[in-house]
């Protein structure tokens, strides 16, 4: 075994290249060694899984590749690939004599990047570097992206401060975005610059949930990430990671806290963190709770922040899990989705809290911010929100399965909105926020689904289908979008997110055609009836994932309230924001 | 003159190796990796090979002495095996070792070991030959076989 910890040689790439491999035969180690340093790469030998894992542990950034074997006494190859990938994020590559078609599917399905059979020729390996660098620029893609999303999270969130939201003034956006760049810097450091793999830390639900009974052991005003990080007692786990989280949990608790400070303004319309954070996942989940709440109550109390609902049926306490649950269970997000009154609220956007929005989501939603513009109000309802723009969302999954157009009737069922995208709560390992929960897998793997334009839309729908697919199992529209959501996954369009995000999306995204008055039909028709979750959830899918920003049309719809504005521009095509963002409390 | 009979020879057996079906193209593939670096590569992989396979035969023996057996595990420690035996390009015997894993997964106990003695057959022949050849090399001259550098 030789060296492994040495830093990535850039000047001569593929040369100098760092790679692991893994095999219990000793004279594969040693041929493979052997093949490889004939390679100019750098190779550090290992004969058991779990040594492998220790190394690659204790330094994150001392390997480039990963070469196993799939049949090892110790630990199960697949395993190993599970691990890494999800740990480090690092390319692996499997080997096996058994060459057998469903043993293969299984190692593609696990994430490898490739199999190898048994003998390897040394021109197999002369290739592997392809897959390091696929990945980095997935990463630096991704990224970028991140960084672009930032500029309509500052766009929203500054029509979320104006009255009206017609107009931001100068200041709140660039105050927002000074806010924004802290807490992107901050996630950029989790990630790490392109050049430098840096491991991606997914918060899934259950690390988030240790994380959270840390905290509350040691007690949330005397919280540290050191404190924490001893007492998860989460190996691979680094300080860095748990502070990144912990920021974003806190900031999630604080938003919580407004919320309920909030309970009683009526119009207003907030926008939620929702869309900085790509916790579109989460948001998504809460707009349909909470509009779903927000629906009923604010019904009468015209335009009652939906986070009020939220607040109250749902206490999140940045239980990441309880958030998810309570997503499941429809108990009210802070969606900050107020579902203004249409008649009333010109202006009144739905903010959709996203509890989880905390965290900033880079990728906002924004897009399920979209405050469902109260400008509905006058409208009949034609919940069309689905607009033309379809072709945009083209993802896979393709919205299809949201029914937003039109889906109006979709929309009411959702009125639950159990938060299906909830469900995907299983899914939540992703990184993404918990509440958004599963997208990481659309995510993580599928980063070049998100850089396609749609990218914002897309993104946020992935996420959102992830989260939609696997729960999505309430009727409600949430279902349908997060279904799509998944679907899209990697197409970035998750469509499904619903046709609002769609809606967003086209609207913004692509500076489309959005034809901002159908939205705002659309709107208008889910506020009249109290579709509002409708609505929102169709944001909500939007907002999931960071894609939404693009999206942001949440918000658009609501500063226009005539117009929709669609003509958010969206640099950032990729949508790969949400990813970024991993939601709400990832870090 | 001496010399190059030696080598002559060595080169005739190391043919005849291919010709027979006792080695494949991974032989070669060692072959090439052999340099200035690792002049004895070739050997010291077959050395390895042997050590280390020798240990999964016997496994396999204690195995298929048990009653009744336990096919899945044969076919395992077989899985190995045949892993090994690929490492050095041992064709025929690879051969047996497919044929063994088919007998396990039809759990066919007696088709086992049958197969299973012919493979230690093979495994022992190309033991042998190899031992002959790298002796043969040695004495033909150091940089006979050895070297094709790269």
């Known amino acids: ?130 897959h390091v660098f696929r990945k980095k620029i997935h990463e630096v893609r991704e990224i970028e992206n991140q960084e672009g999303f930032e500029g309509i999270h500052i766009l929203r969130n500054a029509s979320d401060l104006s009255d009206d939201g017609h107009s931001f003034s100068g200041e709140d956006l660039t105050s927002m975005r000074k806010r924004k760049d802290v ?45 924490i990080l001893d007492m998860m007692n989460v190996p691979w786990l680094t300080r860095e990671n748990v502070a990144s989280h912990l920021q974003k949990y806190r900031l999630y608790l604080s938003r919580l806290q407004k919320e309920n400070d909030q309970k009683t303004s009526l119009s207003e319309v907030k926008h939620s963190d929702l869309l900085s954070k790509d916790t579109a996942a989460s948001f998504g989940l809460q707009n349909s709770i909470n509009m779903h709440d927000a629906v009923v109550d604010s019904y009468r109390s015209f335009g009652g922040n939906l986070q009020r609902q939220n607040v109250e049926t749902k206490s999140h306490r940045g239980d990441l899990k309880g958030i998810v649950s309570e997503l499941k269970s429809e108990t009210k997000r802070n969606l900050t989705c107020s579902i203004p009154d249409p008649l009333a609220i010109k202006g009144s956007q739905i903010n959709f809290n996203n509890p989880f929005a905390t965290l900033e989501s880079k990728g906002n939603y924004a897009a399920l911010d979209c405050t469902i513009p109260t400008p509905y109000c006058s409208e009949p309802p034609k919940i069309q929100l689905r607009q033309e723009n379809k ?189 970024i963002d991993e939601g709400l409390f990832i870090a | ?62 195995n298929l002495e048990r009653n009744p057996l336990d096919f899945d595990k044969l076919d395992n420690i077989m899985h190995q095996f045949k892993g090994s035996s690929s490492s050095i390009g041992g064709k025929k015997v690879k051969a047996e070792c497919t044929l063994f894993r088919d007998y396990c997964r039809a759990e066919n106990g007696e088709g086992c070991m049958k197969t299973f003695q012919q493979l230690k057959k093979e495994y022992a022949a190309l033991r042998k030959k190899l031992e002959a050849y790298f002796q043969l090399a040695k004495q033909a001259g150091p940089t006979e076989t050895a070297c094709r550098s790269k």
């Open chain 1, 1 to 130: 075994m030789d060296n492994g910890f040495s830093s990535p040689r850039h000047d001569a790439f593929p040369a100098g290249l760092r790679v692991l491999v893994v095999d219990d035969d000793p004279t594969w180690l040693k041929i493979l060694e052997k093949m490889l340093k004939k390679c100019s790469y750098e190779v550090t030998t290992c004969c058991l899984a779990i040594n492998a894992l220790n190394l690659l542990r204790e330094r994150k950034d001392g390997y480039d590749i990963v070469i196993s074997d799939v049949n090892m006494p110790d630990m199960d190859g697949f395993k190993l690939l599970e691990y890494v990938g999800l740990e480090m994020d690092l390319p692996v590559i499997m080997m096996s004599v058994d060459g057998e078609t469903s043993r293969v599917m299984k190692g593609v399905q696990h994430g490898a990047c490739d199999y190898l059979l048994k003998p390897i020729r040394m021109k197999e390996l002369r290739n592997i570097w392809q």
């Open chain 1, 183 to 227: 807490d992107n810097k901050h996630d950029d450091k989790d990630f790490g610059d392109p050049s430098t793999k840096k491991a991606r830390v997914v918060w899934s639900v259950d690390l988030h949930q240790k994380f959270v009974k840390a905290v509350n052991q040691i007690g949330f005003d005397k919280v540290g990430p050191k404190k």
């Open chain 1, 391 to 579: 072709p945009l969302l083209q993802s896979e999954n393709s919205f299809s399965q949201l029914p937003m157009h039109g889906a109006l009737n979709q929309i009411q069922v959702e009125k639950r909105q159990s938060i299906p995208l909830v469900s995907s709560k299983s899914s939540i390992t992703q990184r993404d926020n918990g509440g958004s929960i599963d997208i990481k897998p659309l995510y993580a793997d599928d980063k070049t689904g998100y850089a396609s334009g749609m990218s914002a839309v897309g993104t946020g729908v992935d996420t959102f289908s992830v989260q939609s697919k696997s729960h999505i199992t309430d009727p409600q529209i949430s279902g349908p979008i997060s279904n799509t959501t998944l679907g899209m996954k990697s197409q970035g369009f998750n469509l499904g997110c619903l046709e609002d995000l769609e809606y967003c999306q086209r609207n913004i995204l692509f500076g489309s055609e959005a034809t901002s008055t159908p939205l705002d039909k659309d709107f208008q028709f889910c506020w009249l009836q109290g579709d509002f979750y409708n609505l929102n959830f169709g944001f909500q899918n939007i907002e999931m994932p960071e894609y939404c920003d693009p999206g942001v049309t949440a918000e658009v719809p609501i500063h226009s309230y005539d117009t929709l504005r669609f003509d958010y521009e969206y640099p950032h095509d990729t949508a790969d924001y949400s990813v």
């Open chain 2, 1 to 62: 003159m001496d010399r190059n009979q030696s080598r002559w020879q060595v080169a005739l057996m190391r043919q005849s190796l291919f010709d027979q079906g006792y080695l494949d193209e991974q032989f070669i593939q060692l072959e090439e990796l052999q340099d200035d670096a690792n002049p004895n590569f070739v050997e010291e992989i077959v050395t390895l090979h042997y050590r280390d396979s020798s240990r999964l035969i016997s496994n396999i023996e204690q």
